[in-house]
């Protein structure tokens, strides 16, 4: 079956830090893969998204490029904030089963 | 309403008693999912259903829980005889049009979730 593995938080950073989070799938076929932030207090929010290989997705600073040959989704900031504080999920779409496939999250806390 | 609602946001339950959660999706949304997050952990696939049929229940964990979409558009997730494993919070997410196994895209919009708590 579909899995997602992403590194264990929390991760600490200061604020203007380079971040990576670490994502990689396993799934069958060819995928369509997410990343979705939880602020605190509000619900899931899709944050990038990349549908096929090579793909990159960017959203409000955030990269992330669909890597078929790794099976990988890494997440990426050249300078995170404060207010990027937040639990973060790497999700995979496909792969014969219905619904998203999510993984266990990332806590993200960003110092001033 | 601008997005998908869900109610109520929190919910007491002694355990062995039955709890209905509520879920409206975005107007004109096809496909409808239930999700279980416990704590800590990445949400789970619970349901799925396109208009009024439900399509696939694989991620039902006993036969406890019941879901339906009489009309094709709200939901409501039954838990029968609740137990304290059960405690999670349970989220609801629609997509416009309709799902497909194979990876298509199609974004799915998340409602703020039922924090439920079985003593």
């Known amino acids: 079956g579909n899995s997602v593995t992403q590194m264990e938080g929390p991760v600490t950073l200061s604020e203007e830090a380079f971040l990576t989070i670490n994502c990689t799938y396993t799934?069958?076929?060819?995928?369509?893969l997410f990343w979705y932030v939880q602020y605190p207090g509000e619900g899931l929010q899709l944050l990038l998204k990349?549908?096929?290989?090579?793909d990159k997705g960017s959203n409000k600073g955030f990269e992330a490029t669909y890597r078929k040959e790794t099976t990988s989704f890494h997440l990426e900031k050249g300078s995170v904030q404060v207010s990027d504080s937040a639990v973060y999920f790497c999700?995979?779409?496909?792969?014969?089963?219905?619904?998203?496939?999510f993984g266990k999250g990332t806590h993200l806390i960003i110092q001033p | 309403g601008a997005g998908v609602s869900q109610s109520p946001r929190y919910k007491v339950a002694k355990r062995g008693q039955d709890v209905a959660l509520r879920c409206d999706p975005i107007s004109g949304h096809v496909s409808l999912f239930w999700y279980q997050q416990a704590l800590g952990q990445g949400p789970e696939f619970l349901t799925y259903?396109?208009?009024?049929?439900?399509?696939?229940k694989s991620g039902l964990p006993s036969d406890r829980f019941f879901a339906e979409r009489p009309e094709g558009s709200v939901s409501t997730l039954k838990i029968q005889r609740t137990q304290q494993e059960d405690s999670a919070v349970y989220l609801c997410?629609?997509?416009?049009?309709?799902?497909?196994?194979?990876?298509?895209?199609?974004?799915?919009?998340f409602g703020p979730g039922t924090r439920l708590t079985v003593l």
């Open positions: 990349a549908t096929k290989a090579d």
């Open positions: 799934a069958t076929g060819y995928p369509s």
């Open positions: 999700a995979l779409s496909g792969g014969g089963a219905d619904g998203l496939t």
């Open positions: 997410a629609s997509s416009l049009g309709a799902f497909f196994r194979d990876g298509s895209y199609n974004e799915q919009f």
């Open positions: 259903f396109q208009n009024e049929a439900q399509l696939d």
